[in-house]
Protein backbone atom coordinates (compact mmCIF):
# COMPACT_ATOMS: atom_id res chain seq x y z
CA UNK A 1 0.00 0.00 0.00
CA UNK A 2 1.38 3.50 -0.79
CA UNK A 3 1.49 5.97 1.32
CA UNK A 4 2.03 9.63 0.93
CA UNK A 5 2.91 11.86 3.77
CA UNK A 6 3.34 15.94 3.49
CA UNK A 7 5.17 17.91 6.20
CA UNK A 8 6.55 21.57 6.55
CA UNK A 9 5.84 24.64 8.65
CA UNK A 10 2.11 25.40 8.51
CA UNK A 11 2.43 29.17 8.60
CA UNK A 12 4.87 31.70 6.18
CA UNK A 13 5.57 34.98 5.97
CA UNK A 14 4.53 36.77 2.30
CA UNK A 15 7.33 37.34 0.29
CA UNK A 16 9.28 34.04 1.69
CA UNK A 17 9.37 30.57 -0.27
CA UNK A 18 7.03 27.83 0.93
CA UNK A 19 9.00 24.52 1.21
CA UNK A 20 7.07 21.36 1.71
CA UNK A 21 8.34 17.53 1.73
CA UNK A 22 5.88 14.75 0.66
CA UNK A 23 7.72 11.26 1.93
CA UNK A 24 6.49 8.22 0.32
CA UNK A 25 6.70 4.62 1.61
CA UNK A 26 5.32 1.41 -0.09
CA UNK A 27 6.54 2.35 -3.33
CA UNK A 28 9.57 3.77 -4.95
CA UNK A 29 9.32 7.34 -6.62
CA UNK A 30 10.79 5.68 -9.75
CA UNK A 31 8.48 3.40 -10.65
CA UNK A 32 7.79 3.40 -13.87
CA UNK A 33 4.64 5.02 -15.53
CA UNK A 34 3.70 7.22 -12.55
CA UNK A 35 3.73 11.20 -11.97
CA UNK A 36 4.17 12.08 -8.41
CA UNK A 37 1.90 15.98 -8.60
CA UNK A 38 1.84 18.49 -5.77
CA UNK A 39 -1.47 19.52 -6.23
CA UNK A 40 -3.14 22.68 -3.26
CA UNK A 41 -6.74 23.30 -2.80
CA UNK A 42 -7.79 27.28 -1.53
CA UNK A 43 -9.79 27.55 0.56
CA UNK A 44 -13.77 27.62 -0.76
CA UNK A 45 -11.72 26.85 -4.07
CA UNK A 46 -11.40 23.65 -6.09
CA UNK A 47 -8.08 21.54 -6.82
CA UNK A 48 -5.05 23.36 -8.55
CA UNK A 49 -2.53 21.30 -10.06
CA UNK A 50 1.15 22.93 -9.58
CA UNK A 51 3.51 20.27 -11.12
CA UNK A 52 4.83 17.09 -11.55
CA UNK A 53 7.74 14.70 -11.29
CA UNK A 54 7.97 11.75 -13.54
CA UNK A 55 9.57 8.36 -12.58
CA UNK A 56 12.26 9.50 -14.86
CA UNK A 57 13.12 12.39 -12.85
CA UNK A 58 11.71 14.86 -15.88
CA UNK A 59 9.67 17.67 -14.26
CA UNK A 60 6.58 19.55 -15.19
CA UNK A 61 4.72 22.63 -13.82
CA UNK A 62 1.42 24.40 -14.25
CA UNK A 63 2.16 27.32 -16.60
CA UNK A 64 0.23 30.13 -14.54
CA UNK A 65 2.68 28.75 -11.24
CA UNK A 66 5.68 27.92 -13.43
CA UNK A 67 7.85 30.95 -12.59
CA UNK A 68 7.98 30.79 -8.66
CA UNK A 69 7.97 26.75 -8.57
CA UNK A 70 10.57 24.33 -8.17
CA UNK A 71 9.26 20.56 -7.57
CA UNK A 72 12.44 18.05 -7.32
CA UNK A 73 13.01 14.43 -5.44
CA UNK A 74 15.83 12.67 -3.57
CA UNK A 75 15.61 9.14 -4.67
CA UNK A 76 17.60 7.76 -1.63
CA UNK A 77 14.95 9.21 1.01
CA UNK A 78 12.08 8.30 -1.30
CA UNK A 79 10.71 11.96 -0.77
CA UNK A 80 9.77 14.73 -3.15
CA UNK A 81 10.40 18.99 -2.34
CA UNK A 82 7.93 21.46 -3.31
CA UNK A 83 9.13 24.66 -3.89
CA UNK A 84 6.71 27.91 -3.75
CA UNK A 85 8.51 31.44 -4.18
CA UNK A 86 7.42 34.75 -3.47
CA UNK A 87 4.55 33.98 -1.61
CA UNK A 88 1.48 35.93 -0.94
CA UNK A 89 -1.92 35.58 0.92
CA UNK A 90 -3.23 33.90 -1.92
CA UNK A 91 -1.30 31.03 -1.63
CA UNK A 92 -2.97 29.96 1.19
CA UNK A 93 -3.97 26.33 0.55
CA UNK A 94 -4.51 22.75 1.42
CA UNK A 95 -1.16 21.74 -0.14
CA UNK A 96 -1.46 17.59 -1.48
CA UNK A 97 0.87 15.28 -2.93
CA UNK A 98 -0.23 12.78 -5.19
CA UNK A 99 0.82 9.64 -7.42
CA UNK A 100 -0.75 9.01 -10.41
CA UNK A 101 -0.60 7.40 -13.74
CA UNK A 102 -1.94 10.96 -15.09
CA UNK A 103 0.36 13.91 -15.65
CA UNK A 104 -1.86 16.62 -14.49
CA UNK A 105 -4.15 16.23 -11.49
CA UNK A 106 -7.09 17.83 -10.73
CA UNK A 107 -9.80 15.00 -9.44
CA UNK A 108 -9.36 12.41 -6.99
CA UNK A 109 -9.46 8.67 -9.35
CA UNK A 110 -9.78 5.43 -7.47
CA UNK A 111 -5.86 4.17 -8.63
CA UNK A 112 -4.48 7.39 -7.28
CA UNK A 113 -2.85 7.73 -3.99
CA UNK A 114 -2.87 11.00 -2.18
CA UNK A 115 -1.19 12.49 1.00
CA UNK A 116 -3.64 13.69 3.85
CA UNK A 117 -2.72 17.34 2.93
CA UNK A 118 -0.81 20.00 4.70
CA UNK A 119 -2.52 23.40 5.99
CA UNK A 120 -0.39 26.19 4.84
CA UNK A 121 -1.30 29.88 5.66
CA UNK A 122 0.79 33.03 4.08
CA UNK A 123 0.13 35.49 6.99
CA UNK A 124 2.64 38.15 8.89
Known amino acids: QVQLQESGPGLVKPSQTLSLTCTVS??????????WSWIRQPPGKGLEWMGA???????YYSPSLKSRTSISRDTSKNQLTLQLASVTPEDTAVYYC????????????????WGQGTQVTVSS
Open 98 to 113: ARSDRMVVTTVEADDY
Open 26 to 35: GGSITTNAYY
Open 53 to 59: VADSGTT
